[in-house]
Structure formats: C-alpha cells, structure tokens
C-alpha cells in the first residue's frame, strides 16, 4: 500500500476510498501519536483534549462521527466545532489549549470527495514524520481505556465567534463603504466571511452561500470565477472575494470582473507591509510557480523573494525555519505568520480590502503594482519522470532560457505521483511563451520516454 498522507492530509472519495472504519482508525492513531492518550490511559494524570470541524459536506456528517468515537475511545477529550473553515480549527487549537485538531474537507475538490487533516498542539501542520508515525501505529494494539478514562463529547459551536473576533483584531481601521461581493464556495465560511466582513463595516452581497451537503465547489468559488465576475460587475461592486471550500485560500476579482490571483494579493500586501515596516526582513517568501511577474514588482518594490518548493506547507516550513511573516502560492494559498498558522482565506481578504480602504485606491490600482507574464504550462504524460534532466533536456532549456532572457523564464518540473513531466514557460508575450512551451513539450517526449 502506499503512503495514505497526501500533501494535505488523506483525502479520497468518501465511503470508498474513505471509509468511516479508516476515519477512526486514523483518529486512534493520531490520539495516540499527538495527544499521547496511551500515556493518559496509563497513568490518568492528563487527559488530551481534540478539536474537531468539518466542511458542510454530507460526508462530513458520518466522518464526523467516526473521528470523534475514535478520539474519545482513545480517551482524548473532544470539542465538536461544526461548520468552520480549516485556518478556523487551527486557530481554535491554539487558542483553546488543544493538543490536536482535526478538519473534515477535501477543500476545492468536489462533493463526493472528503479528507481527514490533522494538526498539532499550535495549530500548525503534521511533519512528515508525524504522519508517517500516525501511518505505522495504524491497528496496532492498544489498552483500551474504559468508565471514567474515556473521552467526553461536547459541542462547542459557539467557539466561531472566538476565531470571528481574533481575525477583525488583526486588521487596522475598518472597511465601511466598501460594496464587496462574497462567493463562500457553498463551503466552510459561508456563515463566518459574511458576518466578518459586515463587523468590518464592510457592505456584502454573498453568492455560493446555500450549502446543502452536495454543492460545495459546484460551479462557485475560486475555482469557478465567472458567476462572482459576473455579479461583481452587474452589481456595481467594488470587488469580489472568493474563498474555496475550507477557505484557506482566497482569490478576488476587481470592479471591472478581472482576477487577482495569489500572487498579486501577495504583491499588494508584501507593498502595504514593507511601505509600514511590518514585512520581517523585508521578506516574502513564494514558490517556484509563482509569475515571474510577481518576482520583478518584489524586486523594483525593494522586497526580497525567496522560492520553495510548490506546496503551503514548504512555504510555512521555511517562514518558521527564518522568521519570515508573509508567504503563499498563486492558488491563492497566503499565510500572515503574525496572526494564522496556515493559510486563511478570510484573514487574506480583509486584510485586502483594508489595504484597499486605507489607501482609498481601487483593487485595480492596487494590483497594479505587478504585471503578470504570459504563463504556459504543459503537462506531458506517459513520460518518464525520472528523466527530467536530460543532457539533451537541459540543453533545450538553456537555448529557451537564452532566448526568453530577463523577462521570461522555464521551469521543468516532473509530477510528484503521475508519469508525467510539467513544462512551464513565462514569457513577455503570450506567442513567445506558447510557442517555447511547445517546443520544449516535444523534446520532454523523445528524450523522457
């Protein structure tokens, strides 16, 4: 079998892949790999403390249940949270005091799939060790704890107006009359993104806000952007906020339907912060998909750029390793270190749209600062993926280099799980980029084969 952890978590199709035997069993394991229950049961000196949430996911509902009869029968106490999105549950980790938590979601995947995400005491995520340390106590045998060494149950729903309030405190001024468009995904934040946003002072018209367990992602969100243009324009509004599924990440459109992506919201908070002496190090940290774009407003901006490896959770490994506080991905994944854990699409938007407030210049404006590049990416499959350094691959990449030269650039990157290499070329036009692509397409088929 291989490995069950994922980049973010275990996910697969609910009831399938994902059963609810597999959701206690992890929950046992994790009990006893973060929460240290089997010590508890032993001695009954501490008794661990979980926190659980979900997205509105029908599947939520059974793998709930499972997570938390697994938890408790480990002997680990367990706070029911509901409906929350995922930097919401980590937050309320920290803030309650919990040695671990637990997220229900499969973020911007479609309904029938769900996942099982686990954090540490902090809120922060797993290591690799720590999951494959959960994966290894999978089944093992354990003294079951029985009468007063089980887990409690209760809810604690309540606790969103905690997280609600922690992420208004980090914003400076407030956003009143500002006509701002909400699409919450039918996801996590469909009741909290609203309700902050009006604490704010900001004026909201939501779309995407009717979950019913099946249309999480469907047709809405930031992956499907052309209602929330659609209305953003129709409407009037001054800009739109799209969250996914378990809202950590966000993507906004301006008043004329045009989309900001993570790396511009990136530029403009990495401009607002470093012009406020508030960016450690005068410091952002992207990865290696991030537009060349985003690296040359950085750079004209007097910011530094430091890449890692696509994923958020390479992003946060190397702010925490250097004290950096602000960092995230093109997906719209941005991580604020002084106020999450992790990446959180509310806390991004309002910080946003107060920079927009303070400044009194529209999103347009503002994104302004950085001109994105023409960007390709072709995925070349039933290739050989261990080949993608090639003498004769990375001599084509050195003359497309050559050719594309301060305004462009290439990335050959092979698949982390597929047959399959990814050619991504920027250039400073689109026929340029298109056209390099191409023919660096064509050399990843005959020599990786």
């Not at 089997?38 to 009954?44: L, N, Q, W």
């Not at 997570?67 to 509901?82: C, I, K, M, T």
């Not at 660096?440 to 990786?448: E, G, N, Q, Y």
Request: net charge negative.
């Amino acid at each position: 079998m291989g490995r069950l952890f994922g980049t973010d978590g275990v996910r697969g199709v609910a009831g399938r892949d994902l059963t609810a035997e597999l959701a206690m069993d992890l929950s046992v394991a994790a009990a006893h790999v973060l929460g240290d229950a089997g010590a508890f049961a032993a001695t009954g000196h501490k008794r661990p403390v979980a926190v659980v949430g979900r997205d509105p996911r029908a599947s939520g509902e059974f793998l709930e249940a499972a997570v938390v009869a697994g938890l408790a029968s480990s002997g680990v106490d367990v706070l029911r949270l509901g409906v929350l999105p995922t930097p919401a549950v980590a937050y309320l980790t920290a803030a309650l005091g919990a040695d671990l938590g637990v997220m229900l979601s499969a973020s911007h995947n479609p309904a029938p799939d769900n996942g099982v995400k686990f954090l540490a005491r902090g809120g922060f995520k797993l290591s690799d060790a720590d999951e494959d340390e959960i994966e290894r106590r999978l089944g093992e045998r354990w003294d079951r704890p029985v009468g007063a060494k089980v887990g409690r149950v209760r809810e604690a729903y309540g606790e969103a107006d905690r997280y609600i309030s922690h992420v208004l405190t980090t914003v400076q001024g407030r956003l009143d009359g500002l006509n701002v468009v909400v699409d919450c995904a039918h996801g996590a934040a469909h009741m909290v993104a609203p309700e902050a946003l009006l604490r704010a002072g900001a004026q909201v018209e939501t779309i995407g806000a009717r979950p019913d367990g099946l249309n999480i992602n469907s047709g809405v969100g930031s992956t499907h952007l052309d209602k929330l243009q659609q209305v953003v324009v129709s409407r009037g509004a001054d800009l739109g906020i799209a969250y996914d599924g378990d809202a950590d990440r966000c993507l906004a459109v301006t008043h004329e339907g045009k989309v900001v992506d993570g790396d511009q919201i990136m530029a403009v908070l990495a401009v607002d912060m470093h012009q406020q002496a508030e960016l450690a190090k005068d410091t952002v940290v992207a990865t290696v998909m991030s537009n060349l774009g985003f690296k040359l407003a950085m750079k004209h901006a007097g910011v530094n750029v430091i890449e890692t490896a696509v994923g958020d959770r390479y992003v946060l490994e190397r702010m925490k390793a250097d004290g950096y506080n602000l960092g995230g991905e093109q997906s719209g994944h941005v991580i604020m270190l002084d106020h999450a854990t992790t990446g959180d699409g509310l806390l991004t938007s309002l910080h946003l749209l107060s920079v927009v407030a303070r400044s009194g210049k529209s999103l347009k404006e503002l994104a302004g600062v950085m001109t994105p590049l023409p960007q390709i990416l072709i995925n070349v499959k039933d290739v050989d993926r261990g080949k993608a350094s090639t003498p004769e691959l990375s001599q084509a990449v050195r003359a497309a280099e050559a050719e594309l030269g301060e305004t462009g650039r290439v990335l050959i990157r092979p698949s982390g799980t597929e047959p399959m290499i990814r050619v991504m070329v920027e250039a400073s036009s689109e026929d340029q980029a298109v056209q390099v692509a191409g023919r660096l397409a064509d050399v990843v088929r005959v020599a990786c084969a």
